[in-house]
């Protein structure tokens, strides 16, 4: 089994920063990427950003491109995503996950954290 948990949600201003970290834990040998989705009110949960965990390859969607930037660590299993330039349109439920050797898709998930972006 493998756990998530993910830190670093809060209250921001338009045009700061936050910091997002999840922490894997249990049998994380055979993680192929992880990720950051968010879920607005009212809309479909998104995939934000991920990384490949050989070799470190990302992805972000076009929305966040400049802006956000994801990290691994490998050694502590973590990943983490600084957010630059908030926007009001940031304003979600984002949650980390994590894609294992043949899974087709992200299917860890961990339990959330609230950004809130408002002046």
């Known amino acids: 089994q493998v756990q998530l948990v993910e830190s670093g949600g809060g209250l921001v201003q338009p045009g700061g920063s936050l910091r997002l970290s999840c922490a894997a834990s249990g049998r994380t040998s055979y993680t192929v990427a992880m990720a950051w989705f968010r879920e607005a009110p009212g809309k479909e949960r998104e995939l934000v950003s991920s990384i490949r965990w050989s070799n470190g390859n990302t992805y972000y969607t076009n929305s966040v491109e400049g802006r956000f930037t994801i990290s691994r660590n490998i050694v502590k299993n973590t990943i983490d995503l600084q957010m630059n330039s908030l926007r009001p349109e940031d304003t979600a439920v984002y949650y980390c996950?994590?894609?294992?050797?043949?899974?087709?898709?992200?299917?860890?998930w961990g339990q959330g954290t609230q950004v809130t972006v408002s002046s």
């Open positions: 996950a994590l894609q294992r050797l043949g899974g087709e898709t992200y299917d860890v």
